[in-house]
């Protein structure tokens, strides 16, 4: 018996969480020092070759159910679909975005004390 959480199977969610645990380690090792921050680029290619790996590996055989439930058809599935792809494709723009305005600013650092010389001309008549 195959289990479905919202529709799909157990592996989606896994192949999921992979790629966000590398996509953060990816982000969070870009701003570490030189050798160590080879380790993004390493997370994101581990997570490569165990997605193919996992998409190599071959399903149970589909057992079809002797009872079937005919469902009414869905007539949204269509708008449905473009709503989720303009949410994606507005996603991969504001990680874009993020990415070039926030995390690519360079901050020079700031002297920590600021000695002002000031004249003053005092005219005492």
């Known amino acids: 018996m195959s289990y479905r959480i919202l529709g799909v199977g157990v592996g989606v969610f896994i192949v999921i969480a992979i ?46 159910d002797p009872v079937v439930d005919l469902l009414p ?11 989720l792809a303009f949410l994606f494709i507005s996603f991969i723009i504001s990680i874009i975005l993020m990415i070039t305005e926030h995390w690519t600013v360079s901050v020079s650092a700031k002297p920590l004390k600021k000695v002002v010389r000031r004249t003053v001309i005092c005219d005492f008549n």
């Open 73 to 83: 058809p869905d007539y949204l599935f269509i708008w449905k679909c473009a709503l």
């Open 19 to 64: 790629w966000i645990c590398a996509i953060s380690f990816a982000v969070v090792f870009s701003k570490a020092k030189r050798p160590v921050s080879f380790l993004g680029a390493g997370c994101v290619l581990l997570a490569f070759l165990v997605t193919v790996i996992l998409l190599c590996i071959p399903r149970g055989t589909q057992t079809s």
